[in-house]
């Protein structure tokens, strides 16, 4: 923050610090959308110099068009003074602006690697490249699922339980027999926003010291780009070479999903030379990795298309769906696994949905108060509140990096998502779907 006031200069900031006492005076008496959330808390000038553009390229919509919970969810309760009093004082009471937390030295993959190892060993039979299809129900109940494995061998298997994280349109279209015509139309009517990344390695150690670089340029397409090594050295094994992540927002099928790797490749390293990152004579190889359905979009009409699907979920006795996916909510990752591990405990009670997991992150605020003070709990006991048993301080597969409040994927993680990125997890019938 003390770097980017810095940046700015003193007119400019002049400039900004008017437009925030501005809108502090006479602020939108609504905040429906992005633009009027941001707008009461950092200036209408801040809004266009630092937010706009960027937002606009990660969703493909206009600001007007975002809906404020998604601010909300995502700043949380931070304002202009606020980062500020931060950049000055050091002071911090906003996750927003939070400068350290424990990264997988190979990535999140590990941790996911971690997971299917535990539960082959306590028995349980995990099965990768295995898409399900179809969940068959009655009176209520789902009674089995229809799955495909990579080979083309279709099957069905009998249930208990049903713990999903495919896509929350995907899940309704899955049903047999289907959902109500209401219900489909609200599935429909959810939308999407699709990734990919190139991955560049560059004959260069280190170009730039940071974790991840945020592009606001409307000259460029790229909207952030990675430096690997800085999140954790073990990423990059050949300490002469660094590898560089240039991230694109697109729709599945549009231009840039569409184009040959090789093309993006070649985009990519302009687009670094442009910016004056990494001059494109010294990228040496790349790849790139395409995520669909990566981003549930927050647009007007969201809110009611989740509000009926979850509602018609309620129906099920045997039916949870959880994740980012999984509930068209755009959660960070550890209020993601959250709602898996309160879906889990249900199951594991068997009493049915006590813990709701749709409470996970609702107000227009995050709940890590609630969970520290739960960890300071778990502390003595070693469960929380729930009786998941409780994380180590720090694991000897993790290290302390200073970056953002949010764990992107390294390369790693990445292919291993790809590889992988349908599964069913079996254990005493109970089925994870996720895509």
Not at 62 to 67: M, R
Not at 90 to 99: A, C, K, P, V
Not at 243 to 251: D, N, P, Q, R, T
Request: negative net charge; hydrophobic residues 35%; charged residues 25%.
């Amino acid at each position: 923050m003390s770097n980017t006031l810095g940046n700015l200069g003193v007119f400019e900031s002049v400039i900004i610090g008017a437009s925030y006492l501005k809108w502090q005076i006479r602020p939108h008496k609504r905040e429906d959308n992005l633009e009027q959330w941001v707008t009461n808390r950092f200036g209408q000038r801040l809004f266009n110099r630092f937010f706009k553009t960027y937002t606009e390229k990660v969703w493909g919509i206009p600001c007007t068009s975002i809906q404020a919970d998604w601010a909300a969810q995502r700043i949380q309760n931070l304002s202009l003074m606020k980062a500020v009093k931060n950049a000055v004082f050091g002071s911090n009471d906003t996750t927003s602006l939070i400068d350290k937390f424990d990264y997988p030295r190979l990535g999140p993959g590990m941790m996911w690697e971690k997971f299917r190892d535990r539960l082959q060993q306590m028995g349980s039979e995990v099965e990768m490249n295995t898409r399900v299809d179809e969940l068959c129900h009655e009176n209520g109940v789902v009674t089995s699922v229809k799955m495909k494995q990579a080979d083309g061998t279709q099957r069905s298997q009998a249930v208990s339980n049903v713990i999903n994280t495919m896509p929350l349109a995907r899940l309704i279209r899955s049903l047999s027999p289907p959902a109500p015509q209401p219900i489909l139309d609200s599935a429909d009517g959810l939308k999407y926003r699709d990734f990919l990344i190139v991955t560049l390695i560059v004959d260069q150690a280190d170009p730039f010291p940071d974790n991840w670089i945020y592009i606001h340029s409307p000259e460029v397409k790229v909207g952030r780009i990675q430096n690997f090594r800085s999140w954790s050295e073990e990423m990059v094994p050949d300490p002469s070479k660094a590898s560089i992540g240039l991230e694109y927002f697109c729709h599945e099928g549009d231009g840039i999903w569409a184009s040959d790797d090789a093309d993006l490749i070649e985009l990519a390293k302009s687009e670094l030379e442009v910016l004056g990152l990494v001059s494109s004579e010294r990228v040496i190889d790349g790849t790139v990795i395409r995520q669909p359905k990566a981003y549930p979009v927050y647009d007007e009409n969201y809110r009611a298309c989740v509000d009926s699907i979850s509602g018609y979920l309620d129906g099920f006795s045997n039916l949870q769906t959880v994740g980012r996916n999984g509930m068209h909510r755009y959660n960070n990752q550890d209020h993601s696994m959250l709602t898996a591990m309160l879906a889990a405990r249900n199951v594991i009670d068997d009493k049915g949905k006590i813990r709701d997991v749709w409470n996970v992150n609702v107000e227009r605020s995050y709940h890590e108060e609630l969970v520290v003070k739960k960890t300071d709990v778990a502390k003595q006991s070693g469960t929380d509140h729930s009786g998941v048993p409780s994380a180590p301080i720090m694991a000897p597969h993790l290290q302390e990096i200073g970056s953002t409040d949010e764990q992107q994927p390294g390369t790693r993680g990445m292919a291993d998502k790809t590889v992988s990125r349908i599964s069913s997890v079996r254990n005493a019938e109970l089925v994870v779907t996720s895509e």
